[in-house]
């Protein structure tokens, strides 16, 4: 099941859109204003952000630009009732995926969603960096570094981070981590998973006891989010 965030502050579009969208089978969060809208599309893992340009407290410009700028990829259709072109070129600049003008019809949304999410990568393919909040990964060096400073990763939690990374959004299983990053010939249990994955936390995330990046999804795994 998708998941996606719906970032609106009228409540009967919001009602009229989480109805619909939940009847289509998507997973739907709301909120309502930009703050908490940017909080939510960063720290936790969504499939789509459906984001409206006029929120209280902070506009969807600005929450789409803080968004990217923390290394956020996931796909942003804007939701707007300004038709105006410069509007969409600001919107297209700053990296949204898609823009609808309201009043639109449900079936075009619909199918912008859809296609958006056809087209979202499963996996990413990082060349040589990466960068998420203030964590920076080097794949050529095999360095990581936090706000500048240098994290002392193990090769297995660098080969761990790597493959989340490469995966970003996917939900991997243990078993999956274990014959990935592990290997088929090793005998590790799940457990040592779990046990890296803390240990991984600890060094990259702002506050391990929440972390934002690495998500346990429960029941099934983890999901890298950052």
């Known amino acids: 099941m998708k998941r996606l965030l719906l970032i609106?502050?009228?409540?009967?579009?919001?009602?009229?859109?989480?109805?619909?969208?939940?009847?289509?089978?998507?997973?739907?969060?709301?909120?309502?204003?930009?703050?908490?809208?940017?909080?939510?599309?960063?720290?936790?893992?969504?499939?789509?952000?459906l984001l409206d340009v006029m929120l209280p407290r902070l506009n969807g410009f600005d929450v789409l630009r803080d968004l990217r700028k923390r290394g956020v990829d996931t796909p942003v259709i804007m939701l707007t009732a300004k038709g105006q072109v410069i509007d969409k070129v600001v919107g297209l600049?700053?990296?949204?995926?898609?823009?609808?003008?309201?009043?639109?019809?449900?079936?075009?949304l619909l199918a912008r969603i859809e296609a958006k999410l056809r087209r979202a990568?499963?996996?990413?393919?990082?060349?040589?960096?990466?960068?998420?909040?203030?964590?920076?990964?080097?794949?050529?060096?095999?360095?990581?570094?936090?706000a500048g400073a240098p994290l002392e990763l193990s090769a297995r939690e660098f080969q761990l981070l790597k493959y989340f990374i490469e995966h970003?959004?996917?939900?991997?299983?243990?078993?999956?981590?274990l014959n990935e990053v592990?290997?088929?010939?090793?005998?590790?249990?799940?457990?040592?998973?779990?046990?890296h994955v803390a240990w991984l936390r600890?060094?990259?995330?702002?506050?391990?006891?929440?972390?934002?990046?690495?998500?346990t999804i429960h029941g099934m795994g983890y999901k890298f989010a950052g």
Not at 95 to 101: F, K, L, P
Not at 124 to 142: K, L, M, T
Not at 202 to 215: A, D, T, Y
């Open 121 to 146: 990568p499963l996996m990413a393919h990082p060349s040589e960096g990466y960068q998420f909040g203030d964590v920076r990964v080097d794949f050529r060096r095999a360095e990581v570094t936090r």
């Open 202 to 215: 600890q060094k990259i995330e702002p506050n391990p006891r929440h972390p934002q990046h690495v998500l």
């Open 93 to 108: 600049k700053l990296g949204a995926d898609d823009y609808v003008t309201k009043p639109f019809e449900m079936v075009e």
């Open 8 to 49: 609106e502050d009228e409540p009967g579009l919001v009602l009229t859109l989480r109805d619909r969208l939940t009847r289509e089978g998507y997973l739907v969060e709301t909120t309502g204003d930009g703050d908490s809208g940017l909080e939510r599309a960063a720290g936790e893992a969504f499939d789509l952000v």
């Open 182 to 195: 592990w290997g088929y010939n090793s005998m590790p249990s799940t457990r040592t998973v779990d046990v």
């Open 168 to 177: 970003r959004g996917a939900t991997l299983t243990r078993e999956e981590l």
